[in-house]
């Protein structure tokens, strides 16, 4: 095995684990507060933990049969997009207004969590084509979704309603069809390209 692979497979067990624990955490706020965001954000983690042990499972295999569980994870990043299309579908025929203040605090621990696995994947995502890049987009755009996390809960304090969280849950939607579809893609060039 490779350096590379070594430091990726190292990076894809810490990102998997840190996942699996804040999934718990902001899962069980969000249920607490009837967050849509949040929600979203913690199907998204179990979605992450997931995608990096299919990750880990799949790197000694040849590029080919690599390049189709890329495809595999190009739908399980639909996942999170249809808990949320459900979530979001609840909230606005009840417009709950979440507690801005544990909304605030699970965005900023979801944030920390994502920054730091980001960090961990950048180096690696490209040593295992589309898998690897899998992982480093989910984690990216979690931060993303977090940072939109903390001001949807700032901007719920100055003017209560359930339209912030609800627009947030949304973005991250949209924010995970389109990682889905450049995942689908690059599988799809590995898929053709390479014997």
Do not use: Q
């Amino acid at each position: 095995m490779s350096d590379s692979a070594r430091a990726l497979r190292r990076a894809v067990i810490w990102v998997a684990a840190l996942n699996l624990a804040y999934f718990f955490v902001e899962f069980g706020i969000a249920r607490a507060i009837a967050s849509v965001a949040l929600f979203a954000d913690s199907i998204d983690f179990l979605e992450d933990a997931s995608v990096n042990f299919l990750v880990l499972l799949a790197l000694g295999w040849t590029v080919r049969k690599r390049a189709m569980v890329g495809l595999v994870l190009a739908a399980l990043l639909l996942v999170p997009g249809i808990a949320t299309a459900w979530m979001a579908w609840s909230k606005f025929n009840d417009p709950v207004v979440p507690a801005e203040l544990p909304m605030t605090l699970a965005g900023l621990g979801a944030l920390a969590v994502n920054v730091t696995c980001a960090y961990l994947l950048v180096k690696v995502r490209n040593v295992a084509g589309s898998l690897s890049r899998a992982a480093f987009l989910s984690a990216r755009n979690d931060a993303y979704a977090n940072g939109a996390i903390v001001l949807a809960a700032g901007v719920t304090v100055f003017w209560p309603s359930a339209w912030p969280d609800l627009i947030v849950g949304i973005g991250i939607l949209l924010l995970n069809l389109g990682a889905a579809r450049e995942v689908f893609e690059a599988a799809r060039r590995e898929a053709a390209h390479r014997p």
